[in-house]
């Protein structure tokens, strides 16, 4: 099977499994989201899920968040991990959104990427799952999948990007970002990985890689018997 077969099978099996995407993260509007996203960086989607309503509740604009000191909204995302950094990024934004946005979140990627605590992932998601302007963010699941699955070197997350933008079709970025997502948390988990469950990197993956797996399965079914 050639690469394009493969990206074609790829496209085709993701659109089976999830004709409608759920969007991981809880949020009302871009700036629920830019707030969700900067508070999902080495935390999970449940996690944040469980904290923005808390932070919500009492701020969920930018006009109420600077209400706030950084202290009270380190508190409240406190669970989130990386509280300190995170605080003072949600603080200096919002400042930011009203003294030079009227309070909106622009829609550019590089007046994103100039927020305090935001990077060019977190501008993606925003501008992706806000506006509807193609971009594919990729997390731990995308940069892990399109290796496994033999599309991409595995480097580093500016490469796989750079192919995930080059093999696969421009009007697809928004929906397969969060498909690819979804597949990796449901059936090509970094632990507990099987390829039984597995039928994209099965079909698709590099060879190596599903050797290796074959291997570990077989040698974990002997030492079961």
Same mark, same amino acid.
């Given at each position: 099977?050639?690469?394009?077969?493969?990206?074609?099978?790829?496209?085709?099996?993701?659109?089976?499994?999830?004709?409608?995407?759920?969007?991981?993260?809880?949020?009302?509007?871009?700036?629920?989201?830019?707030?969700?996203?900067?508070?999902?960086?080495?935390?999970?989607?449940?996690?944040?899920?469980?904290?923005?309503?808390?932070?919500?509740?009492?701020?969920?604009?930018?006009? /109420?968040?600077?209400?706030?000191?950084?202290?009270?909204?380190? %508190?409240?995302?406190?669970?989130? !991990?990386? *509280?300190?950094? #995170?605080?003072?990024?949600?603080?200096?934004?919002?400042?930011?959104?009203?003294?030079?946005?009227?309070?909106?979140?622009?829609?550019?990627?590089?007046?994103?990427?100039?927020?305090?605590?935001?990077?060019?992932?977190?501008?993606?998601?925003?501008?992706?799952?806000?506006?509807?302007?193609?971009?594919?963010?990729?997390?731990?699941?995308?940069?892990?999948?399109?290796?496994?699955?033999?599309?991409?070197?595995?480097?580093?997350?500016?490469?796989?990007?750079?192919?995930?933008?080059?093999?696969?079709?421009?009007?697809?970025?928004? /929906?397969?970002?969060?498909?690819?997502?979804?597949?990796?948390? %449901?059936?090509?988990?970094?632990? !507990?990985? *099987?390829?039984? #469950?597995?039928?994209?990197?099965?079909?698709?993956?590099?060879?190596?890689?599903?050797?290796?797996?074959?291997?570990?399965?077989?040698?974990?079914?002997?030492?079961?018997?």
């Amino acid at each position: 099977m050639n690469k394009e077969a493969r990206v074609q099978f790829v496209i085709n099996t993701l659109k089976e499994l999830y004709p409608t995407i759920p969007v991981p993260l809880d949020h009302k509007d871009p700036y629920t989201l830019l707030i969700a996203v900067l508070l999902s960086a080495q935390c999970t989607d449940v996690r944040v899920n469980q904290i923005t309503p808390i932070l919500f509740a009492k701020a969920d604009n930018p006009y /109420d968040m600077i209400k706030m000191s950084v202290e009270e909204i380190k %508190e409240i995302i406190r669970p989130c !991990g990386l *509280s300190p950094m #995170k605080s003072k990024g949600i603080y200096g934004l919002s400042h930011i959104l009203i003294d030079k946005y009227n309070g909106k979140v622009p829609q550019s990627f590089e007046a994103l990427e100039e927020l305090p605590s935001v990077g060019h992932k977190t501008a993606s998601v925003v501008m992706s799952q806000a506006f509807g302007v193609p971009a594919f963010p990729v997390d731990t699941h995308i940069h892990r999948l399109m290796l496994r699955w033999n599309l991409s070197n595995g480097k580093n997350v500016v490469q796989t990007e750079k192919d995930a933008k080059r093999l696969f079709p421009r009007e697809l970025w928004n /929906d397969l970002h969060l498909q690819i997502i979804w597949y990796g948390r %449901e059936y090509s988990p970094a632990r !507990g990985w *099987s390829l039984d #469950k597995d039928i994209i990197t099965r079909t698709v993956g590099k060879k190596s890689l599903i050797e290796e797996a074959i291997k570990k399965e077989e040698a974990t079914k002997k030492i079961v018997k």
